[in-house]
């Protein structure tokens, strides 16, 4: 069984980072895939990207090169920075946990953990 926290959202002017955190509880963290999902107002959940157990990295490319996710297995906690920010990026915003593969990482039915979001507003 594996709980994830997400922390850090806040609203923050176009341009401005900021920096997510996901904290997990369980001993299999480290062997879990950790992605990052979002959803705008009236629109569903998206993929943003994806933390690999072996410490790839992917991105969708609305956020490639703005956005990095890193993971801490010790500190059983993964994060998602945000630069750049875009008024388009104004979501809630979940990490999720799951064993998926490069063909099934963009399934939300794939993950089998969640956090309970976070909200990141960006004001132009």
């Known amino acids: 069984q594996v709980q994830l926290v997400e922390s850090g959202g806040g609203l923050v002017q176009t341009g401005g980072s900021l920096r997510l955190s996901c904290a997990a509880s369980?001993?299999?963290?480290?062997?879990?895939?950790m992605a990052w999902f979002r959803q705008a107002p009236g629109k569903e959940r998206e993929f943003v990207g994806i933390?690999?157990?072996?410490?790839?990295?992917y991105y969708v490319d609305s956020v490639k090169g703005r956005f990095t996710i890193s993971r801490e297995n010790t500190a059983m906690t993964t994060y998602l920075q945000m630069n750049s920010l875009k008024a388009d990026d104004s979501a809630v915003y979940y990490c999720a946990a799951g064993s998926v593969w490069a063909a099934t990482m963009f399934r939300e039915g794939e993950y089998r953990y969640w956090g309970q979001g976070t909200q990141v507003t960006v004001s132009s």
């Open positions: 369980g001993r299999t963290f480290s062997t879990y895939q």
């Open positions: 933390s690999w157990s072996n410490g790839g990295t």
